[in-house]
């Protein structure tokens, strides 16, 4: 079977941290999976590949598309990433890339393809490891600490409940948006993600 894209969730495996800001591309893509198993239309599929990473498949608008949490620490994402391109043929500009963002207060997301990585590890892994920048990347704001000292730590830091509720909303529009491109194109998808409002309340770091 022919793949048309790679969505790549970013995180850091083990349950004391499934709850943490860094985590909320595993969040993401634990939630495109949930809603996948439930819909036939959707064709959900584990993958029985061995390497270091959970790999699924499901069908967006009409596209077979992979799904993957890499199952190495964030900061060794890339080698994951480019193991499913290399076996499955998928180009660096097909793939798709759910991380957190410090630039953005929790509660906002951006879209774009290519661009400088922000000192995010996981994206410098792949983008080390793919050979090029030009990757799609959903960034989803989880806000800054108030000092720079205070960011490693901020990061594995759970979520507070508000901003959990939060997150899980944006997971959703991470979702939407990404179906919105399969289905209609960039354009229409980066108009849905950059302009999305929680309907739970912002907080503030």
Not at 64 to 86: D, E, Q, R, W
Not at 166 to 180: D, P, V
């Amino acid at each position: 079977m022919e793949y048309k894209a790679l969505i790549t969730g970013l995180g850091n495996p083990g349950p004391q941290y499934a709850k943490t800001r860094h985590n909320i591309g595993f969040m993401a893509v634990d939630a495109l999976a949930e809603m996948a198993a439930s819909r036939k239309n959707m064709r959900y599929k584990e993958m029985d590949i061995s390497g270091d990473f959970e790999l699924f498949s499901v069908n967006m608008a009409g596209n077979n598309v992979l799904v993957t949490k890499p199952l190495t620490y964030m900061n060794l994402s890339g080698k994951a990433v480019a193991a499913i391109c290399g076996k499955f043929s998928i180009p660096v500009s097909n793939v798709f890339v759910i991380h957190d963002e410090l630039d953005l207060p929790c509660g906002r997301m951006k879209f774009k393809k290519g661009g400088g990585n922000n000192g995010h590890r996981g994206l410098e892994s792949i983008q080390e490891k793919l050979g090029s920048p030009n990757f799609f990347r959903i960034r989803v704001g989880i806000g800054r600490p108030e000092f720079s000292a205070q960011v490693k730590d901020y990061v594995l830091e759970e979520f507070t409940s508000r901003e959990l509720e939060t997150a899980q909303e944006m997971t959703q529009a991470a979702i939407k948006g990404l179906n919105l491109h399969f289905r209609r194109g960039q354009g229409t998808a980066t108009q849905f993600m950059n302009s999305f409002m929680p309907d739970v309340p912002e907080t503030e770091p």
